[in-house]
């Protein structure tokens, strides 16, 4: 029963390393974090710019060319669900258009065709966004200017120079 307790030491040109693969893994996970953080830095640094100059630069360009405004079409109140994933949420607006022309009474008619795309166009539009785009007053103004350029599309000489709210709410 007197056996020696032996003690297994590592040979002379072995040393114990343990966490040098933990060491050497936390190194490399430091550096791929911090690459990846500065790229991001940059691309939102390089949007903010852009969007920045942009955004002045459309507000500049639709303050100093303003069509004049002839005549109005009133559009009938839409009522749509938004696109919001979390919850279902509703809008209820009402939109006039500042034409740059008279409005013909054929055209105005609830029943033409010309309206009737006007509306569905405008409904496919508000359906697409989400409460959190509309809410700001810069959504509002993305949403009349996304208006005036999809009207412009489907109407042919009279064009609407302005888009005017007139009732927006929406159901949170």
């Avoid at 830095?41 to 100059?53: E, F, K, P, S």
């Avoid at 507000?59 to 009133?74: F, L």
Wanted: aromatic fraction near 6%.
């Amino acid at each position: 029963m007197d056996k020696p307790i032996v003690e297994s030491k590592p040979a002379a040109g072995e040393k114990k390393r343990p966490y040098m693969f933990l060491w050497v893994g936390l190194f490399v996970l430091m550096l791929a974090l911090g690459g990846a953080g500065f790229m991001a830095y940059q691309r939102l640094v390089d949007l903010a710019t852009h969007n920045g100059i942009a955004h002045a630069d459309s507000n500049a360009e639709e303050q100093s060319v303003r069509v004049p405004v002839n005549g109005i079409m009133e559009l009938e109140p839409f009522l749509v669900n938004l696109a919001d994933l979390d919850d279902i949420r509703f809008l209820k607006a009402t939109f006039k258009l500042g034409m740059t022309e008279k409005v013909k009474e054929a055209t105005a008619a609830k029943n033409s065709v010309e309206v009737a795309a006007i509306r569905d166009s405008i409904i496919s539009l508000l359906c697409s966004k989400t409460s959190d785009q509309i809410m700001t007053s810069e959504g509002k103004d993305e949403l009349r200017k996304a208006i005036r350029l999809r009207v412009n599309g489907l109407v042919s000489g009279n064009k609407v120079g302005e888009v005017y709210i007139v009732e927006f709410v929406v159901q949170l």
